[in-house]
């Protein structure tokens, strides 16, 4: 079966903290898709990041980096220095086969930065 | 260039009434999908249109959900009748042709069954 889990329900810093949300997925094929999106209050998810199963090189993109790791079956997201505007919900989604384009999301993490 | 239109942005019915959606897919984007996004939950795919046709609508409860996508373009979303349950926001999404490529989602509809 193909599953994400995202065990922070909420995490709460201040601005310019480094913080990291967690996610872990399972799967048994060997080739899939891994993403994160950002959900912030307007409701419109925001693309973040794709990652296939077969590059595991970290990225870099300003504040935001990404950890992917297949021994752990864990692809984590960290953003440094925090800022209000990164207060949302993150969502970690895992892509498996070439037959369909379902995602499957965990149930995300709110992230809420003060100021 | 214009994202992923999705009209109503609220809607608020009775248990037992009937709802559409409308969403309008990015130009030039073959596949669109419908998700269910429960409170508290992430989004569960609905069903999956390439063009025209329904590639995956598996999780799609038939017996009161339907969805069309005529001329390969707009898609509506219905919902008949309406239970308490099915509160929720409802996203569309489109995507160019191929595998791996990411979805761009529309701001959602908020339905709120009473």
């Known amino acids: 079966a193909q599953k994400v889990t995202q065990a922070q329900t909420e995490i709460s810093v201040v601005e310019k903290e480094d913080v990291t949300l967690d996610c872990v997925y399972e799967?048994?094929?060997?080739?899939?898709?891994l993403f994160w999106y950002k959900q912030p209050p307007s409701g419109e998810l925001v693309f973040l990041i794709r990652?296939?199963?077969?590059?595991?090189q970290n990225e870099i993109s300003g504040r935001y980096s990404w950890n992917f790791q297949k021994s752990t079956s864990s692809f984590n997201f960290t953003i440094t220095a925090s800022q209000v505007v990164d207060s949302a919900v993150y969502f970690c989604a895992l892509r498996v086969s070439y037959n369909t384009d379902k995602l499957i999301f965990g149930t995300g993490t709110r992230l809420q930065v003060f100021p | 260039e214009a994202g992923v239109a999705q009209s109503p942005r609220y809607k608020i019915i009775e248990k037992r009434q009937s709802v559409a959606f409308w969403c309008n897919p990015i130009?030039?984007?073959?596949?669109l999908y419908w998700y269910q996004q429960i409170l508290g939950q992430g989004p569960k795919l609905l069903i999956q249109f390439q063009n025209n046709g329904v590639v995956d609508d598996s999780q799609l409860p038939k017996d009161r959900f339907s969805a069309e996508r005529l001329k390969g373009v707009d898609s509506t979303l219905k919902i008949q009748p309406a239970k308490l349950e099915d509160s929720a926001v409802y996203l569309c999404a489109s995507s160019l042709e191929g595998s791996g490529i990411e979805q761009y989602f529309g701001p959602g509809t908020r339905l709120t069954v009473t």
């Open positions: 130009s030039g984007h073959a596949t």
């Open positions: 799967t048994r094929d060997t080739t899939y898709y």
């Open positions: 990652r296939n199963s077969f590059d595991e």
